[in-house]
């Protein structure tokens, strides 16, 4: 319990600052979104399809670098999830905005992405050592891309509503799913 409430304290203020960013947006600059999504689902794109990327290579990493079947299962999982998710929010975003995304640093400004420090960490680590720092990660992982969709289930566009509504039922889903792994190894 006491992890759990340190995360969520963590997490608020970044939660907030998205909602916060999703509200600017929707407001100063509805004409550079692309119909039929709004300013607010393209900057969600925007920031999600690298928080995507980072979960995809990190699982990727688990892979290779894990020990335990259920965590490789895990990862496998992610990766078949959120490479087709990160496929899809691309078509959301012009083409112009996604050439700049990728020299983009976004660890600041998402919430529940892992640290540069914290990725050296993890590709450096093997076996148990390894599998401790990617569920801890992944789940504070999950945990920020849940505050980023949150505030889009209720978009007039369907499909923007389903995804952020699957990633948040997906990630809770999985989060649980890590803390079991976590307790029981398993």
Same mark, same amino acid.
């Given at each position: $319990? ?23 947006? @929707? ?8 119909? #039929?999504?709004?300013?607010?689902? +393209? ?6 399809? #690298? ?14 670098? %894990?020990?335990?079947?259920? +965590? ?13 998710? +990160? ?5 959301? +975003? ?14 600041? %400004? ?9 990725? @050296?960490?993890?590709?450096? @680590? ?11 990660? $992944? ?15 209720? %978009? ?31």
């Amino acid at each position: $319990m006491n992890v759990r409430r340190s995360t969520i304290a963590l997490l608020r203020p970044a939660a907030l600052l998205f909602v916060a960013l999703l509200a600017t947006v @929707a407001i100063e600059t509805p004409a550079q979104a692309s119909p #039929p999504y709004d300013a607010a689902a +393209v900057m969600f794109a925007q920031m999600m399809i #690298p928080h995507h990327q980072q979960a995809v290579l990190i699982s990727q990493w688990a892979l290779k670098q %894990s020990t335990n079947p259920t +965590v490789k299962k895990l990862a496998a999982r992610i990766i078949s999830e959120q490479s087709p998710e +990160v496929a899809q929010m691309k078509k959301w +975003v012009p083409t112009k905005a996604m050439t700049g995304m990728s020299g983009m640093d976004h660890q600041m %400004s998402m919430p529940g992405m892992v640290t540069t420090a914290d990725l @050296a960490k993890l590709s450096a @680590a093997i076996g148990k050592k390894f599998d401790g720092l990617y569920l801890v990660n $992944m789940t504070l992982h999950h945990q920020g891309a849940i505050a980023m969709a949150t505030p889009l289930n209720t %978009s007039k566009n369907p499909e923007v509503a389903a995804l952020t509504k699957a990633i948040v039922m997906g990630q809770r889903a999985e989060i649980a799913e890590m803390h079991r792994i976590m307790v029981t190894g398993k």
